[in-house]
């Protein structure tokens, strides 16, 4: 757990939100991890964005931008606000710019978890 | 004890917001439901199966303000707070619209959700406690923030205003005339205070549950309060 502690910070998220909300918890830390690998709202933002449909995507982002909030992931909820708010005015050529972007920060994410679950 | 439900379809926030839930004494959560239309299920068939809803916006099927709008359609007494991503002034506007207790938005922090409980639990004891609705119950009523509880020591209105020496009076005054109801008059008479002092004493004092105010309508003209002392133990 320290070694996840420590990767977890330095990739820039924030522990201490996580640590605040849970309780400093581990079990539940990692249930959430979990959770969040088993989440397939990235998948769906993904495949709505590829078919132009803007409505379906902006609710898988939002999701995407909830959770990585309440669990203290600041790399990827930054750009999740970013391409979140481009999908609600119905920018998807705004969102496909910032989509390299996004997805770098989101499979960085993935990583650091996929070593600790 | 207050009977609470989550109505939220992240697995991830459900969980947190479980074991935030379970921090506080007064809140049982009976129920967690994934979408709107399984809560306003429950609710029909449970009439009394709740006393606060926790609400997120966006979920399958409908949104939290459909779900807030058909609730209330039979409901006005349940408290809701929100809690959601959706920052756009729209929801919020319509949450209002709802008679919502308070909308947190997410990643929140647990200061932030311990002031929605407060608030939430200063509503709930305002409504079973209040029988006239005068100007400082309605503000509390309208603006809990400014007044919710997280701990028993930190709510007593005004009491800068109130001397410890004057108050011994009032308190020794109405007790010994415990469970009469007197026109503030009376008291201000006995005291030889004016009434608006003696009034400001008696509500400080009913907010600490020791003086129950009712109105006299028998008076033949305005109706008048009357003041009753019901005891310091709470």
């Known amino acids: ?117 | 004890m207050y009977k609470a439900i989550i109505v939220e379809d992240d697995l991830m926030v459900c969980a947190i917001l479980e074991r935030q839930l379970a921090k506080f004494n007064h809140l049982n959560l009976v129920g967690s439901f994934r979408r709107g239309t399984d809560a306003l299920e429950y609710l029909k068939e449970n009439p009394d199966g709740a006393d606060l809803i926790i609400l997120d916006y966006y979920m399958p099927g409908i949104t939290g303000i459909e779900f807030l709008t058909e609730l209330r359609k039979s409901n006005k007494e349940l408290q809701v707070i929100m809690i959601t991503s959706a920052d756009d002034y729209s929801v919020i506007r319509d949450a209002m619209c709802c008679g919502i207790c308070d909308y947190v938005l997410k990643p929140f922090t647990n200061a932030r959700l311990e002031k929605a409980v407060g608030k939430f639990e200063t509503v709930m004891k305002l409504k079973r406690e209040t029988h006239v609705w005068t100007q400082d119950k309605v503000d509390v009523l309208l603006c809990p923030h400014k007044h919710y509880i997280i701990d028993n020591s930190s709510s007593e209105p005004k009491a800068n205003k109130i001397n410890p020496a004057t108050l011994k009076n009032v308190r020794s005054f109405m007790s010994e005339h415990k469970n009469e109801k007197l026109p503030l008059v009376d008291v201000s008479a006995a005291l030889d205070l004016s009434t608006v002092t003696i009034r400001r004493y008696l509500k400080y004092l009913n907010t600490q549950g020791e003086v129950e105010i009712t109105l006299d309508c028998k008076t033949g003209g305005r109706p008048s309060e009357l003041f009753e002392y019901v005891g310091a133990d709470k």
């Open chain 1, 1 to 117: 757990m320290r070694n996840f502690k420590e990767k977890f910070v330095l990739a820039g998220n924030d522990l201490e939100a996580l640590c605040e909300r849970t309780g400093g918890d581990e079990d539940l830390i990692e249930q959430l991890m979990q959770m969040f690998l088993a989440d397939t709202s990235w998948e769906e933002m993904c495949s709505s964005i590829e078919a132009g449909e803007c409505e379906k995507a902006f609710r898988a982002a939002h999701s995407l931008k909830g959770s990585s909030g309440m669990l203290g992931l600041s790399g990827l909820f930054e750009v999740m606000k970013v391409i979140t708010d481009m999908l609600r005015n119905g920018d998807l050529d705004g969102a496909e710019t910032v989509f390299e972007k996004t997805k770098a920060e989101y499979e960085n994410t993935v990583s650091v978890i996929k070593d600790f679950v």
